[in-house]
Each structure stands twice: as C-alpha cells, then as structure tokens.
C-alpha cells in the first residue's frame, strides 16, 4: 500500500447540497473527518445537516458543521485556503467574493476544487485535475480544478481512511450481530441498501428456494418500505413462497457510517446504492451487487457496465446486476437472474486489491493541492 506524505495543514471550507437520501453528505462528512485526521482544519457546509444526527451523532475532531442557507452571512466568517464544491454544487457569490478578497490580501494562490461523482468510465481519468478558469461573477480571474474519485490510478482514487483495514480486521462479527439484537445462528447474511429495485422478487424468491438458510438485513427507509411491500404482494400471489422458512428478514435500526461499515463487514453478501456505499462494500471485499441511481436518460446504464468492466464481472453478476438494476427486457417469461454470490466473490477479492495498490482520495487530493499552492 503506498505510504503517505504529511502535509501542512490548511483550512478547508466543504460545501454540500443534500439530494439523494444523505448519499451526497455522507461522502462528504467521510472525506471532512478523514481530512481533519489528517492534520487539516475543515468547515463543512450543508444546506440539511439533520441526517449528521444519526449518522454521526459524535462528531468529529477538527470538523466545523454550518447549515448551509442562500445567502451566506459573512459577519465573522473568514474562507480557507481551500474551498471545496461536491458534485456540481454551486458556492454563494458572497462566499466566492470573500475567498477572491482572501486571496489577493494574501498573495495566495486559488485553491478551488470541484470534486465530481464516482465513476469507472474513460471521461474519469481524462478529466481529472483539469483547470477550469472563471469567467464571470466575484470569482472571476480565478481557476477551478476538478477532480474525479475513480477506480483507477489515473483518476483521484477512492476515500479510504488510513486505519480503516486494521479496523476491518479487529473486527467482531458475532459481537456486532448481538448488538443489533440479531439471533444469528450461523445462515448467510445478505445486507440490502437500495431504491426499489425490479429485481427485488427474484431475490427474495431465490434466497426463499436455496438450500442455504439466509437471513435479509434491511436498512430502513425506501429499502425498508420495498420490502415490505414485495413480501406483502408475493404472499398473495403464493403464500407458501417460503413455507421452509428459509429465508427470514430482520429489519435494522438506523446506523451511524461506522455502524454501516459494520453491517457490510458482517454479512456475507452485500447490496448497496449509490457511491459511498458502493466504495464501503469495494473495501468490504465481500460479494455486492450495486443499484445504481437511475437516471431518465439511461446513461445510468453505461456507468454501470463501465463498472462491471473494471471490476472483470463474471457473466453470472453481470446479469444479476442487469436484472436487480430493470435493464433487461420486461416481460414475464423472462426468468430471474441466478444468484451466485460464491461465484463473484475472486473478482472481489481481486478489486479490493487493486484498489489497495493505488493512492486514497484524500491523499491525492492534498498532494493536488499541494502542487497548486
């Protein structure tokens, strides 16, 4: 695993805009603690900061929390060396005009970054680190950069915090389980974080039929909600669909990020959604399946092969992916794709080593930084 260069620390304003269901802020609260345990002074702001309740009722050492309102108060409030926009979202011309000011009273260079969305196509790395001058408003004169998590060591890598293996490997996983308050005795378990997948039937069918006893950890909210009403459905269709009661479900309660990073080391496969979920399961090395944010213009589908190439998907994942994700044809003769997760786990195994080859996110991200000032 490359090792890691200190660097001075410098102060950090994160901005976040909160659309999907907390995904956005949850990379972002990740990226802000582990910068600040690396020595940097961060100030995260978010336009809803409600979901830190929960997911991070502790906070953290050396992060600042702002709720994000149009427009910014600027009485007392001093912009860092380093502003940082997540995914596309736009900084208040007040902000930026003070930053600007900063700079020129300073001397300083411009520290400006546009930290994309994950993804495994080619335009990631052809991308990453680009200048993107301003053209207009307070900010003009000035250069963005923007830089692309990916899955390659061209592009700017996956979060990755320095301890966050050795934590893996002390953990317990029976001890968690009775934390939870899950009776396990020893069947497989399936964590499932999700929209509503179309695939959701043939799952449940497919895990109600296997000789293998499996329980369904169920995180709450729309995967909660699925569940539910998948089950209520196929009872009336067939209420003998797990008669063997092979299958059993357990719903969760909510988790902090640390307590999610447990649920994926904890179970045998792992179903997620979104990008921080996905990167949490890659470093879980376990077998996931990912349900991928759909788009209305069906662009979601090329992410998603551009993915499964990068990881070497065997053809049974593959399918699987397609099936769970609604991108094969619909119609009632078409049978659910096999789940095979035995079969998935070496290409797994295999992407988690990769990926431990290549520099962190936030490693690259304060050498870039570096480099700029």
Same mark, same amino acid.
């Given at each position: 695993?490359?090792?890691?260069?200190?660097?001075?620390?410098?102060?950090?304003?994160?901005?976040?805009?909160?659309?999907?269901?907390?995904?956005?802020?949850?990379?972002?609260?990740?990226?802000?603690?582990?910068?600040?345990?690396?020595?940097?002074?961060?100030?995260?702001?978010?336009?809803?900061?409600?979901?830190?309740?929960?997911?991070?009722?502790?906070?953290?050492?050396?992060?600042?929390?702002?709720?994000?309102?149009?427009?910014?108060?600027?009485?007392?409030?001093?912009?860092?060396?380093?502003?940082?926009?997540?995914?596309?979202?736009?900084?208040?011309?007040?902000?930026?005009?003070?930053?600007?000011?900063?700079?020129?009273?300073?001397?300083?260079?411009?520290?400006?970054?546009?930290?994309?969305?994950?993804?495994?196509?080619?335009?990631?790395?052809?991308?990453?680190?680009?200048?993107?001058?301003?053209?207009?408003?307070?900010?003009?004169?000035?250069?963005?950069?923007?830089?692309?998590?990916?899955?390659?060591?061209?592009?700017?890598?996956?979060?990755?915090?320095?301890?966050?293996?050795?934590?893996?490997?002390?953990?317990?996983?029976?001890?968690?389980?009775?934390?939870?308050?899950?009776?396990?005795?020893?069947?497989?378990?399936?964590?499932?974080?999700?929209?509503?997948?179309?695939?959701?039937?043939?799952?449940?069918?497919?895990?109600?039929?296997? /000789? !293998? +006893?499996?329980?369904? =950890?169920?995180?709450?909210?729309?995967?909660?909600?699925?569940?539910?009403?998948? $089950? @209520? #459905?196929?009872?009336?269709?067939?209420?003998?669909?797990?008669?063997?009661?092979?299958?059993?479900?357990?719903?969760?309660?909510?988790?902090?990020?640390?307590?999610?990073?447990?649920?994926?080391?904890?179970?045998?496969?792992?179903?997620?959604?979104?990008?921080?979920?996905?990167?949490?399961?890659?470093?879980?090395?376990?077998?996931?399946?990912?349900?991928?944010?759909?788009?209305?213009?069906?662009?979601?589908?090329?992410?998603?092969?551009?993915?499964?190439?990068?990881?070497?998907?065997?053809?049974?994942?593959?399918?699987?992916?397609?099936?769970?994700?609604?991108?094969?044809?619909?119609?009632?003769?078409?049978?659910?794709?096999?789940?095979?997760?035995?079969?998935?786990?070496?290409?797994? /195994? !295999? +992407?988690?080593?990769? =990926?431990?080859?290549?520099?962190?996110?936030?490693?690259?991200?304060?050498?870039? $930084? @570096? #480099?700029?000032?």
């Amino acid at each position: 695993m490359p090792s890691e260069t200190p660097h001075p620390a410098l102060r950090w304003d994160i901005f976040c805009r909160v659309i999907d269901n907390f995904g956005d802020l949850g990379v972002c609260w990740r990226l802000a603690c582990d910068l600040a345990g690396r020595g940097q002074v961060v100030r995260l702001w978010a336009d809803d900061v409600s979901a830190l309740a929960w997911m991070a009722p502790q906070g953290a050492s050396g992060v600042e929390v702002k709720a994000w309102a149009a427009p910014i108060d600027m009485t007392g409030i001093t912009p860092g060396e380093v502003i940082l926009e997540a995914f596309g979202c736009e900084i208040d011309e007040e902000f930026i005009a003070g930053y600007a000011r900063n700079l020129r009273n300073r001397g300083q260079k411009c520290a400006w970054i546009n930290l994309e969305y994950l993804s495994a196509e080619n335009f990631s790395a052809r991308c990453h680190g680009l200048p993107s001058p301003v053209m207009s408003g307070p900010g003009r004169g000035l250069t963005k950069h923007f830089f692309y998590p990916g899955f390659t060591a061209e592009t700017g890598g996956l979060l990755r915090e320095p301890e966050l293996l050795a934590r893996q490997a002390r953990f317990d996983r029976k001890a968690w389980l009775d934390d939870v308050g899950l009776p396990w005795q020893g069947e497989r378990l399936v964590s499932l974080f999700c929209y509503e997948p179309a695939g959701l039937g043939g799952l449940l069918r497919s895990l109600a039929s296997s /000789a !293998q +006893a499996s329980c369904l =950890l169920v995180t709450p909210g729309r995967a909660t909600v699925a569940v539910r009403a998948e $089950i @209520a #459905k196929m009872k009336t269709l067939d209420r003998l669909w797990n008669q063997r009661s092979v299958l059993s479900v357990f719903y969760l309660p909510q988790l902090s990020q640390n307590g999610f990073d447990h649920l994926l080391w904890a179970s045998d496969v792992n179903f997620v959604r979104g990008e921080d979920s996905l990167v949490r399961a890659l470093w879980a090395g376990k077998p996931l399946v990912w349900h991928i944010y759909p788009q209305h213009d069906g662009v979601h589908a090329l992410k998603l092969q551009a993915f499964l190439d990068w990881l070497q998907a065997p053809a049974s994942l593959r399918a699987f992916h397609r099936r769970w994700n609604g991108l094969d044809a619909p119609g009632p003769t078409l049978p659910d794709a096999p789940f095979e997760p035995e079969r998935w786990q070496d290409c797994m /195994a !295999q +992407a988690r080593a990769k =990926l431990r080859e290549q520099e962190d996110l936030s490693t690259q991200l304060l050498s870039f $930084i @570096a #480099k700029i000032l």
